[in-house]
């Protein structure tokens, strides 16, 4: 069974920082594209921050400049650094893994953890 453990989230105030862990395993991580969504009340899952098995990334134009995604493939992990934090971050954010072949595309999710932006 696929597990990506996720750690990392909390409670900041708007301008403050934090950083998102993804740990899965080496099968996984070697070959998967790794990425961050979230999800706040009322509103559809959306796209963060995507980093390729070969390392190009991605980015919502909203957190362009502000958040960082990167990999660490030496302890299986995916980072997710987020600086100047907005209350409009407010959400549950939710690891992703992914893979798109010839026939399929699959998707294992995390657990997601609460990130809470207020003063």
């Known amino acids: 069974q696929v597990q990506l453990v996720e750690s990392g989230g909390g409670l900041v105030q708007p301008g403050g920082s934090l950083k998102l862990s993804c740990a899965t395993s080496r099968s996984i991580f070697s070959i998967y594209g790794m990425g961050w969504y979230r999800q706040a009340p009322g509103r559809q899952r959306e796209l963060v921050a995507f980093v390729a098995s070969g390392g190009t990334t991605n980015y919502a134009d909203s957190v362009k400049g502000r958040f960082t995604i990167s990999r660490d493939n030496a302890k299986n992990t995916v980072y997710l650094q987020m600086n100047s934090l907005k209350p409009e971050d407010t959400a549950v954010y939710y690891c992703?893994?992914?893979?798109?072949?010839?026939?399929?595309?699959?998707?294992?999710w995390g657990q997601g953890t609460q990130v809470t932006v207020s003063s």
């Open positions: 992703n893994a992914g893979l798109v072949t010839s026939t399929a595309r699959i998707n294992y």
